[in-house]
């Protein structure tokens, strides 16, 4: 009773990431096919939001996925100590951690 069979926080996490993932690639795609759009201004903004949206989502997502995976590595390497569940608010704070480093 103490596995949780899914973690729907973290799950909003990975799915937000891959929204803000697809929402890049969107962007990039948008200014690389539209002619008009490559002037310079627009150029400079659809890059610069390009290359913070790729690494927050990739962080978001392969965050989420480390620090679920970490939660079963506690529970199963000491299963044996009563108590040991990693809370939800610990796990959002290690990703936060993560973003903030990236």
Same mark, same amino acid.
């Given at each position: 009773?103490? #596995? ?12 937000? *990431?891959?929204? &803000?993932? @697809?929402?890049?690639? /969107? ?9 008009? #759009? ?12 390009? *290359?913070?949206? &790729?690494? @927050?989502?990739?962080? /978001? ?28 608010? @610990? ?12």
């Amino acid at each position: 009773h103490s #596995l949780k069979a899914s973690s729907p926080k973290l799950n909003n996490l990975i799915y937000i *990431g891959c929204y &803000i993932l @697809i929402c890049g690639i /969107l962007l990039f795609e948008i200014h690389q096919a539209i002619p008009e #759009l490559s002037d310079e201004v627009t150029g400079i903004c659809c890059q610069a939001f390009w *290359g913070w949206l &790729i690494p @927050i989502s990739a962080t /978001l997502i392969l965050g989420a996925i480390a620090a679920r995976t970490w939660r079963l590595y506690r529970l199963f390497t000491h299963w044996f100590k009563p108590g040991n569940l990693i809370s939800d608010p @610990i796990l959002f704070a290690f990703v936060v951690f993560l973003l903030i480093c990236d």
